[in-house]
C-alpha cells in the first residue's frame, strides 16, 4: 500500500521519510492521532522537557495561522484502496429545533450557545478547567 501511495503522489508531492505507516489497534486513539496533525494547536514551549501541566502548554496564534494558511483548500485525509462494510445504525444525538435562531447567542465563556432572553444553554457543554486554564493564560498572541 505505502509503495502504490508513493507512486500515486510521486516525488514531488510526498516522500518515504515523510509516511507514517502503522497498524491501527485502537481506532478512536488512531483518529485523534491524525486528526492532530490538522492543525497543531497545542504546542510545548520546550520539547525536551514535556509536561502534562498546563503552565507550559502554549497556542501559539502566528504558528497555527501559517498552518491554517498552508491547508486552505487541501486534502488533508485521502480515501485509498477499499471500502469498509456498511455498519449498523450509529446512536445520533438527538437533535433540537430552533424556531427562532435570532434568540440564541454564542457566549464565549460558557463555550455554548445560549438563549438571550431566559439564558437556557443549548448544549449544556462544560468546558475542562484545564482547557480553561490555557485558553485564558496560554495564548501566544505575538504575530511577529
Known amino acids: 500500500m505505502l509503495s502504490e501511495w508513493l507512486n500515486l503522489w510521486t516525488p514531488k508531492f510526498t516522500k518515504r521519510v515523510s509516511q507514517n505507516l502503522q497498524k491501527v489497534h485502537d481506532l478512536e486513539k488512531g483518529l485523534i492521532e491524525i486528526i492532530k496533525y490538522g492543525s497543531k494547536i497545542f504546542t510545548e514551549p520546550d520539547l525536551k522537557r ?5 503552565e507550559t502548554v502554549q497556542i501559539y496564534i502566528k504558528a497555527l495561522n501559517t498552518i491554517l494558511i498552508a491547508m486552505k483548500e487541501k486534502r488533508i485525509f485521502e480515501r485509498f484502496g477499499f471500502n469498509l462494510p456498511k455498519q449498523k445504525e450509529i446512536k445520533q444525538i438527538p437533535a433540537k429545533l430552533l424556531l427562532d435562531y435570532k434568540e440564541w447567542e ?6 455554548d450557545w445560549a438563549n438571550v432572553q431566559t439564558g ?20 501566544n498572541d505575538n504575530l511577529v
Do not use: Q, V
Not at 122 to 133: D, F, H, I, T, V
Open 120 to 139: 437556557e444553554k443549548l448544549y449544556g457543554y462544560e468546558l475542562p478547567s484545564y482547557l480553561n486554564a490555557i485558553l485564558n493564560n496560554n495564548i
Open 50 to 54: 514535556r509536561s502534562k501541566e498546563t
Open 106 to 111: 454564542y457566549n464565549i465563556a460558557s463555550a
